[in-house]
Each structure stands twice: as structure tokens, then as C-alpha cells.
């Protein structure tokens, strides 16, 4: 599984911006999508995920009715869609694959990666 992540930049403080991954090199019917990120000096920090064929989604506490994980098979493609966007949103955010559910929120148990685009948002 090959995953492009794109879309990052930077955006105030309450803006939106919406994330994409392209996704190609094996049939994704079985695996969980999901975002990481990772802020200047932290470590990576589970964002959100969708079960690829059942639509269902798990988000983090920090981001849950901000932002929404979609895919779109036709295109094999994730997104992110990130509203009111605030100053600790900052981080390079990375797209992942595995074959668990949903409930898995551990960067450890994704096997694929994509390269992750940086976003900013300042004041």
C-alpha cells in the first residue's frame, strides 16, 4: 500500500483545511484509515480513523466535532476535513492503513504510512 498525503498549509486560527490521501497498491476493503499528527516535540497522536468498507469513524477527544474523517472509494481516497481549526492543531499530519478496527488508536498497530503534510495555524 502506497499513501500520498496532501492538502497542508498554513491558516488562522478558526479557518478550515481539508487533507487528502491518495491511496493505491492493494484493495482496501478490510483495512481501518485512519490521521496521525505530530506536533513540534511531541510524539504522534491519534487524530481520527474509518473502517475502509462500513464507513464507521473514531476520533480523538481534541478534535471530535472539529473535524471529520470521509473517504471516497471511487477515488480511493482519504480526507480530513478540519474546521475551526486552532493554535495546538499545528503538526505535520500523517495518513496510515491497518488491518484492525477502528477502536485502534495506537500508531504501532498501522502498517502503512503515507510521507505527512505540515499544517500551521497561527493567531
Known amino acids: 500500500v502506497q499513501l500520498q498525503a496532501s492538502g497542508g498549509g498554513a491558516v488562522q486560527a478558526g479557518g478550515s483545511l481539508r487533507l487528502s490521501c491518495a491511496v493505491s497498491g492493494r484493495e482496501l476493503d478490510w483495512h481501518t484509515m485512519a490521521w496521525f499528527r505530530q506536533a513540534p516535540g511531541k510524539g504522534r497522536e491519534f487524530v481520527g480513523n474509518?473502517?475502509?468498507?462500513?464507513?464507521?469513524?473514531n476520533y480523538a477527544d481534541s478534535v471530535k466535532g472539529r473535524f471529520t474523517v470521509s473517504r471516497d472509494p471511487a477515488k480511493n481516497t482519504l480526507y480530513l476535513q478540519m474546521n475551526s481549526l486552532k493554535l495546538e492543531d499545528t503538526a505535520i499530519y500523517y495518513c496510515a492503513a491497518g488491518r484492525q478496527g477502528v477502536t485502534q488508536t495506537l500508531d504501532v498497530a498501522y502498517d502503512y504510512w503515507g510521507q505527512g503534510t505540515l499544517v500551521t495555524v497561527s493567531s
Open positions: 474509518i473502517r475502509w468498507i462500513i464507513d464507521n469513524t
